[in-house]
């Protein structure tokens, strides 16, 4: 597949991006993306037979603990620094605004 470079394309993108491009850019631009293009069209001349497809560069997919319960820092001992709270938790003021 050719992607044509052109002022067209140029437009559609700074439209994309949201991006205001002086004339300097965009022939820079086009020129950039050229080059990027020709060098990705370049990785399909690799030789790529007997390559396994993967999603990522490493085989150790899920490298987290099994999650399970632990014992946590006792209840009483946190509330006794709050500065204001009651008998479960700590009190503290909205910080969300719903409308009141």
């Known amino acids: 597949m050719k992607i044509e470079i052109d002022d067209k394309l140029i437009t559609y993108l700074e439209d994309l991006s949201g991006l205001a491009l002086i004339d ?8 950039d993306l050229k080059d990027v293009l020709g060098h990705m069209a370049s990785l399909s001349e ?7 497809e993967r999603s990522h560069p490493f085989d150790n ?8 319960a632990e014992p946590s820092f006792d209840r ?5 620094n709050a500065p204001n709270r ?15």
């Open 24 to 31: 300097d850019e965009k022939t820079r631009l086009k020129g």
């Open 46 to 52: 690799l030789n790529t037979e007997g390559v396994p």
């Open 61 to 68: 997919v899920n490298a987290f603990r099994e999650d399970s």
């Open 76 to 80: 009483e001992l946190i509330l006794k």
């Open 86 to 100: 009651n008998d479960e938790m700590i009190i503290a003021p909205k910080t969300l605004y719903d409308g009141e």
